[in-house]
């Protein structure tokens, strides 16, 4: 058996599409479109990159972006009055700050500062009890397990009454996609174990999973024994495991790779993302969603 693919470049292009029509629409009906400020910090060359990447996509969707480039030496006073501004700034409705931060600014007291209502990341504690409460608290659920949610959802995976078990327990993917999934809504209702490195057998886990979200940073951890057959597999890892030069641009590149062994899994699983190409693209696109939902929810329009 050859898994179907799930490919977040596909569906990222998908919903991006939608995005640009709701934009169009929003604009027609209010004459107001989403505003992005993306605040970076330093010059670390994957933070730029990222945040590239970001403004690249909010200009494709048609929102305002504005792009705060700040020397490594900016105090943590004068971020927090950054974000103050764009807090009371009308025309902003999602607030982004590129981590990880200079080692002298407190990450926790920045994220905290942010407006929870343009905290588009969802990483603001306020967003965080919302979405454990779930139903209409939900105002920005984080943006790669919002990404992972969609994927399962548009591949028509069954989730309800599913048993998902989650490979890890990070704030940023494992907890919040657990919480996620267990939801009484559409795209959850499913029984969720979550596993991490004190689990006393992995295997037997992920052996139970009609749906395996693999969050580790561990290149090849899942074994394709591990897998049930016919299950959807999310493979969220992303790890550097050499370099290669590339063909387009004749320059070195990192050879990528997932948490699960994906050639061998593929041949077990019903679904399966890859790495790249697979969750990466989904987390600037739900990015983009959320940016758009803190217009709507402005507007009074959901
Ligand atoms: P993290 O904060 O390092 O958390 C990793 C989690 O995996 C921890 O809960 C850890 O357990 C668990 N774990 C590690 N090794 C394990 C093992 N051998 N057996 C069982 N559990 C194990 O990582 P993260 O931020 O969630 O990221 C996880 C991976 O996803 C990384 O490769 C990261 O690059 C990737 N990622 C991708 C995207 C994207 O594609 N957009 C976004 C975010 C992250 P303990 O809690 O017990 O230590």
């Known amino acids: 058996m050859s898994a179907k693919l799930i490919k977040g470049t596909e569906i990222r292009e998908q919903i991006l599409e939608e995005i640009i029509a709701e934009v169009a629409e929003i604009k027609e009906k209010h004459g107001v479109v989403p505003g992005l400020v993306t605040i970076l910090v330093g010059e670390s060359p994957a933070s730029i990159s990222y945040v590239t990447l970001k403004i690249k996509t909010a200009h494709r969707v048609g929102f305002n972006e504005i792009q705060e480039s700040q020397p490594d030496d900016l105090s943590e006073e004068a971020l927090l009055g950054l974000i103050d501004k764009y807090n009371k700034d009308d025309a902003i409705n999602g607030i982004l700050v590129q981590l990880p931060l200079?080692?002298?600014?407190?990450?926790?007291?920045?994220?905290?500062?942010?407006?929870?209502?343009?905290?588009?990341?969802?990483?603001?504690p306020v967003n965080v009890g919302r979405l454990m409460i779930g139903g209409d608290e939900v105002k920005f659920p984080p943006c790669t397990p919002a990404g992972i949610q969609e994927m399962i959802v548009r591949a028509g995976v069954e989730t309800s009454g599913a048993e998902v078990v989650v490979v890890g327990r990070s704030n940023i993917v494992g907890k919040p996609i657990a919480n996620m999934m267990f939801q009484k809504a559409a795209g959850a209702n499913s029984t969720v174990t979550v596993v991490h490195t004190r689990t006393k057998?992995?295997?037997?886990?992920?052996?139970?999973?009609?749906?395996?979200?693999?969050?580790?940073?561990?290149?090849?951890?899942?074994?394709?024994?591990?897998?049930?057959?016919?299950?959807?597999?999310?493979?969220?890892?992303?790890?550097?495991?050499?370099?290669?030069?590339?063909?387009?641009?004749?320059?070195?590149?990192?050879?990528?790779?997932g948490d699960v062994d994906f050639d061998a899994a593929k041949e077990i699983a019903g679904y399966i993302t890859p790495v790249p190409g697979g969750v990466g693209p989904m987390t600037i696109t739900m990015l983009m969603k959320n940016t758009l939902k803190s217009l709507k929810f402005k507007l009074g329009i959901i």
Not at 102 to 124: M, S, T
Not at 222 to 247: L, Q, Y
């Open 102 to 124: 200079p080692k002298h600014i407190d990450e926790k007291k920045v994220l905290n500062a942010i407006d929870p209502d343009k905290d588009v990341d969802g990483f603001h």
């Open 201 to 257: 057998d992995l295997a037997a886990h992920c052996l139970r999973a009609d749906i395996l979200i693999v969050a580790a940073g561990v290149p090849g951890l899942v074994k394709p024994e591990w897998i049930k057959p016919g299950a959807c597999v999310i493979d969220v890892g992303v790890n550097r495991i050499g370099e290669k030069i590339s063909e387009k641009t004749g320059k070195k590149i990192a050879i990528l790779s």
